[in-house]
Nanobody, 125 residues
Framework: QVQLVESGGGLVQPGGSLRLSCAAS????????WAWYRQAPGRGRDLVAI???????VYADSVKGRFTLSRDNAKNTMYLQMSALKTEDTAVYYC???????????????????WGQGTQVTVSS
C-alpha cells in the first residue's frame, strides 16, 4: 500500500557530503513519522534519525551536528543531509515510514511500518 523509494547514495571521500531522499507513494492517509536507519557490514540495523509528525527530530549521538533530517509533507518526501562524513558512516541506509492507512470498508485508520530497499553509502578515500 505504501512504497518507499530511496535515492542519493554513493561513494564520497571523508569529510564530504551526501543527501539522501526517500519518497513515499501509494495509498495512505498520512505519514506520521519518518526515520533513517543504517546497517554496516556485520552489524544490526541502527537508528540514525527520526522525525515525528509533531515534536523534535531525534538523532543518534554518532551523527548529531553532522546529519540533518527534514521532511516535505507536500511531496511526501524525507531528506537526510549528511555532512562531515566519516568512514564509520559507511553502511546501507534504509528509509522507514509509519503511515496511517484507511480501511477501505470502515475508513478506520491503522498505522503500518514500511521500509525502503536501502541505498549504499560508502565513505572512503
Amino acid at each position: 500500500q505504501v512504497q518507499l523509494v530511496e535515492s542519493g547514495g554513493g561513494l564520497v571521500q571523508p569529510g564530504g557530503s551526501l543527501r539522501l531522499s526517500c519518497a513515499a507513494s501509494g495509498s495512505f492517509f498520512s505519514i506520521n513519522a519518518w526515520a533513517w536507519y543504517r546497517q554496516a557490514p556485520g552489524r544490526g540495523r541502527d537508528l540514525v534519525a527520526i522525525i515525528p509528525v509533531s515534536g523534535p527530530t531525534v538523532y543518534a549521538d554518532s551523527v548529531k551536528g553532522r546529519f540533518t533530517l527534514s521532511r516535505d509533507n507536500a511531496k511526501n518526501t524525507m531528506y537526510l543531509q549528511m555532512s562531515a562524513l566519516k568512514t564509520e558512516d559507511t553502511a546501507v541506509y534504509y528509509c522507514n515510514a509509519i503511515a496511517a492507512v484507511a480501511n477501505a470498508t470502515t475508513g478506520r485508520l491503522t498505522e503500518y511500518d514500511y521500509w525502503g530497499q536501502g541505498t549504499q553509502v560508502t565513505v572512503s578515500s
